[in-house]
C-alpha cells in the first residue's frame, strides 16, 4: 500500500524537475527555488494542484489560507478544487477590514501579517497552503491567526520544503504534508 | 440569444452581493471594493471562477497572466480551470530570472512589473486576468509585457471594473470583459 506521503515522493521527483534553482537570490550563498516553470507548464501545474487536493479530499476542507503573494498562486487554485474558499493572508496595511495579526521573526527584527476577523468562524476546518516552508515563522504565524479566529488547522502543505532549515519543527503540533524536498 | 457580456449581468450582479464597500481606503475619498468575502464564499468562488473560464473555453488559451498581489487568486484558478499555464507578473525584484520590465503611470510617479522572459513563446495565446479595473495602467503594462515577448493577448478580463476612472479606453485594442461595474 502507498500512503500519502510515499506516493508524494514520485509526485515531488517528478515536479521537482520543473523547479529552477537560482544561485545568490535574493542574495549571496542563497539558492532560491524558483516555482514559476512548472506554474507556466499547464500539465504540472494541473499535477502539484489536483495530487494536493486529492491528498484532502475527505477532510471537509471549508477554507484554503494562504500567505501572500506566491501561495496565492496554487493556493487558490487548490481550494477551488476541493470546494472550498479562499482567504488571504497578506503583509500588514493590506487587508481592508478588521484584522487579526501576528508577528514572526525574520533574521533581523520581525514582520506581521494580518487575516480578516470574519474570514472564519469556530471549528471551521482549514487547510493552510504555501508553496515553499524555510525557517517555518510565516506558517506558524498563520496557524496563530487560525486558531485565534477559533479555526481548526486541519493540515499545513507545502509545494517545496527546504528539509535542512527544519522549518517543520516549528509546526511539530500539526499534520505538515510536503511534495519536493531539498 | 444571451451574449456572454449580457450573461455576465447577471451573474455579476449576484456576484455583487458578496463584494464590500470599505469607505476612505486606502485613503480618505476612496471607496475600497473588497473582493474577499465573495474569495472566502466557496460558491460565489467557483461561480466567478468558472463562469470566466466558460467566456474563454473556446479560446485555446495557453496561459493565465496575472499581476500580483490580488490577481494571483482568481487568475490561478482560471488558469487551472481552463488547463492552462499561470504565469506572474510582479513588482521590480521579485521575480528570481532573466525579466522583461515595463514602467506605469500612477498619480504621482511611476511603478514598474516585470515577467520572466522565458515564460510566454511566439504566438502563444494569452489571457490577462485581474481583479479589478480602475485606470487601467496595471494591465496596459501587463500586455506590453506579453506582447514584448511575442504573445498574442487573447483578452483581457477583470473581475470588477470602475467604470467612471475609464480604464478601458487605455486597453481599446484589446478585447476587454468585466463582470462587475461600478
Known amino acids: 500500500m502507498i500512503s500519502g506521503q ?3 515522493w514520485y509526485v515531488g521527483k517528478r515536479l521537482a524537475t520543473k ?3 537560482i544561485k545568490d537570490f535574493p542574495k549571496k550563498g542563497i539558492i532560491f527555488r524558483d516555482i514559476t516553470p512548472l506554474l507556466q507548464d499547464a500539465d504540472s501545474f494541473r499535477e502539484a494542484v489536483s495530487f494536493i487536493a486529492r491528498h484532502y479530499r475527505d477532510k471537509n476542507i471549508s477554507f484554503v489560507v494562504s500567505p501572500e503573494a506566491r501561495g496565492f498562486i496554487l493556493g487558490a487554485a487548490i481550494a477551488y478544487e476541493l470546494g472550498a474558499g ?5 503583509k500588514s496595511g493590506k487587508l481592508p477590514y478588521s484584522s487579526e495579526k501576528a508577528t514572526y521573526s525574520l533574521e533581523y527584527g520581525e514582520d506581521e501579517i494580518q487575516i480578516h476577523k470574519d474570514a472564519i468562524k ?3 476546518k482549514v487547510l493552510i497552503f504555501d508553496d515553499l516552508i524555510a525557517t517555518g515563522g510565516t506558517a506558524q504565524a498563520t496557524c496563530k491567526l487560525v486558531e485565534k479566529l ?10 517545496v520544503e527546504l528539509t535542512e532549515l527544519k522549518g517543520k519543527e516549528k509546526l511539530s503540533e500539526y499534520d505538515v504534508f510536503t511534495i519536493i524536498k531539498y
Chains 1, 2 share one sequence.
Open 6 to 8: 510515499d506516493d508524494a
Open 122 to 124: 469556530k471549528k471551521d
Open 150 to 159: 477559533g479555526g481548526e488547522v486541519t493540515g499545513v502543505c507545502f509545494l
Open 86 to 90: 479562499f482567504i488571504p493572508v497578506r
Open 19 to 21: 523547479i529552477r534553482d
